[in-house]
Each structure stands twice: as structure tokens, then as C-alpha cells.
């Protein structure tokens, strides 16, 4: 299976001449990026922050990098601009239906498979550093932008909401008492902190999660396989979720983007636009207002 990546960097300068034969437009060639052998479930592109690349580092530093999750198990990370592989993160034993990193660093990748699991890795050496067993397939996760909180959700119909430095130090503690360097005594595997209950309509039974994408470190959007998409803050459980919007007609969520849009006013107030964009399977576009 190929990925194919468009960037302006490699666009191809072919001219095709316009109906009418008065005009002329570029069009554009993707980079073909082979390496997967199964339909791909996931592809994201993040830009690397400016604190995370070294100053003594070459002006060819990656500073655009692509991560996919695929059906063949085998995520992999790549350069966001020439599309050069750079790494296959290696473990899961089911699909992978979703691939994501750390936006504050980049340095850590999470995936989440039909295994059951959610894995955490060391996006420079590969390595595993941690495993977060489910009750059942995992479709979604997202890490809000501080890189505090991870978002996982799946066939449970739950949002599990973990602290990333708890899980990484538990894991960083779990591999000592193996090696011997502590007791053996603790829990296996941390947990969740928080768990939310998407609920199906009217907040009834049990629906598939699957997708999830952060606001901000505090407020978590969901979206389900009934067409509901809910926004959650994990500080209030109790209160369940702040809104809950239902797309029409019988379709599932399949993804989910978050578009900033800054509009200013002469009174020298700002108001932000949070915009989901659900695109499959259909385009639907709904805000969220925050000043």
C-alpha cells in the first residue's frame, strides 16, 4: 500500500492547457511513499516545535513529520516534506486504526489497535515504553497540546483520560523491578484517571468511540459510530458532557480535525472558532465559541 503526500515543496511544474486553450495550470504530482500491504486507517502530519530541534542541529532537520496507522500492524513514521520513510514502530498483533504524536514535542508516539491495546513509544529510537490494555478494540486516541493528558476510545463506548507522566514513570518503574532494581510489588499497568461514558442517544447504552481530538488540556471532543460527537471536560465527570451535537441522518464519525479561526473587533476582543470538521463520510462543519 502507498501513501501519497502533497507538498508545495514538491510540486510538479506540468502544464495542461485549459478549456478554451487561453489559460494553463500546474498540476500537482504526489510523492508516493510505498511500504505498506494493507488498506491505511489513520495518516497525520505534525510540524515539530522550534524547542524540541537542537540549535546545533543540520538545516535539514526534520521539522515536518508523518505518522500512519494501517490494517498491516506496522505504523510507521516519515518526513512530512520528501515523504522518506524514517521508521516502523513494531509490536502490535491487530490493526492499527490509529497513529498519533505528542504535538508539544513530537517525541513520543501512541497508537491504538484492534489488539485490544494502546502502545507508547519513543518516536526517536522506536522503542516501546509503555502498554495501556483495553477491555476491547481501541479506534482513537490524541494527546492534548501541553502533552499532559492522553484521550483513548474504542468498542467500549468509553473515553478513558490518563495522565502521560504517571504512565510513563509507572512504565520507567515497572522495567526496574523486572531488571531487579526495585520490589516487586505495584500494579501491573496504571490506570485511567478518568473514564467518560459516550453513551448512545439520550445517554443510553453502549456506542463505539471513534474518534477523539482535544481543544485545549482540559476539554476533550469525542466523536461515535452513531453520529454524535460530544464535548467533555474531564475536570467535571460528574456533569457529563458540556454539549453534544447529532449529525443528520444514519452516519458514522470517522474523523475529526480542529480548525482555529481568530476574528478580532475593534473593541480589542478576540473570539476563537473551534471548528470539528467531520469529513467522512460526509463534510459537516459545526462551532464551538470561546472568547
Excluded at 485549459?18 to 510523492?31: K, L, M
Excluded at 526517536?124 to 499532559?148: E, F, W
Aim: net charge negative.
Amino acid at each position: 500500500m502507498a501513501t501519497s503526500v502533497q507538498h508545495p515543496s514538491h510540486v510538479s511544474t506540468d502544464t495542461v492547457t485549459a478549456t478554451g486553450g487561453s489559460a494553463a495550470a500546474a498540476r500537482q504530482i504526489p510523492t508516493v511513499c510505498p511500504g505498506h500491504t494493507r488498506p491505511l486507517s489513520d495518516i497525520q502530519f505534525f510540524r515539530v516545535p522550534q524547542t524540541a530541534i537542537p540549535e546545533d542541529s543540520p538545516a535539514e532537520e526534520e521539522d515536518l513529520l508523518l505518522i500512519s496507522g494501517c490494517h498491516d500492524k506496522l505504523p510507521m513514521l516519515r518526513s512530512g516534506r520528501t515523504g522518506d520513510w524514517i521508521g516502523t514502530l513494531c509490536g502490535h498483533k491487530g490493526a492499527v486504526h490509529c497513529a498519533t504524536l505528542d504535538p508539544a514535542s513530537c517525541g513520543l508516539a501512541v497508537t491504538a489497535s484492534g489488539d485490544f491495546s494502546v502502545r507508547l513509544w519513543d518516536a526517536v529510537t522506536g522503542s516501546c515504553l509503555a502498554i495501556l490494555p483495553h477491555n476491547h478494540i481501541v479506534k482513537g486516541v490524541a494527546i492534548s497540546p501541553s502533552g499532559r493528558r492522553l484521550a483513548t476510545g474504542g468498542h467500549e463506548g468509553l473515553i478513558r483520560v490518563w495522565e502521560l507522566e504517571r504512565v510513563l514513570v509507572h512504565a520507567v518503574a515497572e522495567r526496574l523491578r523486572v531488571a531487579g532494581h526495585l520490589p516487586l510489588e505495584g500494579d501491573d499497568v496504571p490506570s485511567a484517571g478518568v473514564f467518560l461514558s459516550h453513551g448512545g442517544d439520550g445517554g443510553k447504552g453502549k456506542v463505539t468511540v471513534t474518534k477523539a481530538i482535544w481543544l485545549d488540556d482540559d476539554i476533550v471532543c469525542s466523536g461515535a459510530a452513531d453520529g454524535t460527537v460530544k464535548f467533555w471536560d474531564v475536570r467535571r465527570v460528574a456533569g457529563g458532557s458540556l454539549s453534544t451535537i447529532k449529525l443528520p441522518g444514519s452516519v458514522e464519525v470517522r474523523d475529526m480535525e480542529i480548525v482555529t479561526v481568530q476574528v478580532s473587533f475593534g473593541l480589542e476582543q478576540t473570539v476563537f472558532f473551534f471548528l470539528p470538521l467531520l469529513v467522512f463520510p460526509i463534510l459537516y462543519l459545526c462551532m464551538c465559541v470561546s472568547c
